[in-house]
């Protein structure tokens, strides 16, 4: 069982950045593929960017080039850094774990935090 808590949502001015953080509790942290997810109110829940145990990375076409992924196993921790942040990155991110799976298919993760809300204003 893994417990995932998002932190380091907020209100940001188009072009800002932020860091989101996820830390993980539980066994084998090392050994999971982490993504994260976001979901723009009235829409699906979309792949943002995910990374594997051996730092590979994936990114959404939207957010490539701005956005980048990192994990410290030593903390269970994994980061989204968003750069030249847009209001329409606004949405309510979550981070999410899987052991095996498509990266980009919500159903093959098994554990989700609670979501941090991101707010980008123009």
């Known amino acids: 069982q893994m417990q995932l808590v998002e932190t380091g949502g907020g209100l940001v001015q188009a072009g800002g950045s932020l860091r989101l953080s996820c830390a993980a509790s539980g066994p084998g942290f090392y050994t999971y593929t982490m993504g994260w997810f976001r979901q723009a109110p009235g829409k699906e829940r979309e792949f943002v960017s995910a990374i594997n145990r051996d730092y590979i990375t994936q990114f959404a076409d939207s957010v490539k080039g701005r956005f980048t992924i990192s994990r410290d196993n030593a903390e269970n921790t994994v980061y989204l850094q968003m750069n030249a942040l847009k209001p329409e990155d606004t949405a309510v991110y979550y981070c999410?774990?899987?052991?095996?799976?498509?990266?980009?298919?919500?159903?093959?993760?098994?554990?989700w935090g609670q979501g941090t809300q991101v707010t980008v204003s123009s």
């Open positions: 999410a774990a899987q052991y095996h799976g498509t990266w980009s298919r919500a159903r093959d993760y098994a554990y």
